[in-house]
């Protein structure tokens, strides 16, 4: 008989690895504490890149599917100078090399690829222990508890499945992001939507600047990002909305009306999303029955492959199972890996993208990256 996956989290890469598992004939549980699949915000875009995110998809079987998703025209990007000066500007050349989706949506393309009652809602993990040979139990915040000889941790960067394989934890990088949103731009915000452009905008400065995307329906989703240590953010009341808006914006006092329109016109209460991290290349030794996925494996400051890298881990690990349906262990250990020198090469191009984005030299470096100017030939 083929072991039974119970899968901790239903993100993106709990629910790749369940999805593929079920195209190979196995079966599993995914337990997530919120309540409903639209319990929570399902906001942002992702761009899913060919080497990871559109990998897991295909092994999943739903590629077709995942190009209906896909937003047109969204992988222009722009670079302006703080005083609106426009620095660099790459239309969609229509290549589709990494096609936008809204994470929202792609959830639930994958919610809705299951079988009915693989997601189990509203438990929230409490604790987990080792029950000895490769079994651990799981308890759930109402007292409920299941045990599982394959346990994997999909729960993201506060993961309590983590603690069965270390003890090591998330440290705040030293940047956070701000969010704030302005709807129907092109109606009611017609100059920050101009400034925005067709897809992504970079306005930014050493230890401070703005990434914007256009979403749906005219949506303009600004992460404002701040170098700023924890007590400065405790400093914000984040309680009342226009206050925070109005400390936010004074970080960037002298630029253009058109881009601090972005935080000081917000439809949406500010939001903060400090950034916390694994160190880099961090892994553990193999602890049977039990793995990590995605976040909760290797979280990292966002540099546009957390998700994508999430997928990519449940398709592979749900692949090695397969392979191997009668030892875990070694579908297990082929998946540490695999995973653990891509999560690091991963952490550590996205130390470098920081460093272009939000260094001394910024944004020179970064126009450099995004024209090919310095390469070798």
Partial sequence: MTTHATIIGAGLGGLTLARVLHVHGMTST??????????????????????????ALEAAGLTEEFRGLVLEGREATRLLDR???????????????RPEVQRGELRQLLLDSLPPGTVRWGHKVSGTRSLGGGRHEVTFADGTTVTTD????????????????????????????????LYDADTRHPAAAKAVGDGALFV?????GFVVHREKGGTLHTYVMLARPTDWFEDV???????????????????APELTALITDGDSAPVLRPFNALPVGHS?????????????????????????LAML??????????????????????????????STES????????????????PHGLIEMFTGAGQDA
């Fill in 150 to 181: 394959l346990l994997v941790g999909a729960d993201g960067a506060w993961s309590r499945v983590r603690p069965l394989l270390t003890g090591v934890t998330p440290e705040y990088t030293g940047m956070s992001s701000v969010e704030t949103y």
């Fill in 284 to 308: 553990w030794a193999r602890v049977p029955g039990v793995t990590l996925i995605g976040d909760a494996a290797h979280v990292a400051a966002p540099n546009g492959e957390g998700a994508n």
């Fill in 204 to 208: 930014l400065a050493p230890g401070k």
């Fill in 347 to 362: 952490a550590t191009e996205g130390t470098d993208l920081y460093g272009l984005m939000f260094g001394d030299d910024t």
């Fill in 30 to 55: 995914v337990y997530e504490a919120e309540p409903s699949p639209t319990s929570r915000s399902q906001d942002g875009m992702l761009d899913i890149h060919d080497y990871n995110g559109r990998l």
């Fill in 237 to 255: 009341d984040f309680t009342d909305p226009a206050a925070a808006r109005a400390r936010i914006a004074a970080e960037f006092e002298g630029w």
């Fill in 313 to 342: 881990d449940g398709a592979e690990l749900a692949q090695f199972l397969a392979a191997h349906p009668d030892d875990i262990e070694t579908a297990l250990t082929a998946h540490e890996r695999a995973m653990f020198p891509r």
């Fill in 83 to 97: 005083d609106g000066t426009l620095l660099f500007d790459k239309a969609d050349d229509g290549t589709g090399e």
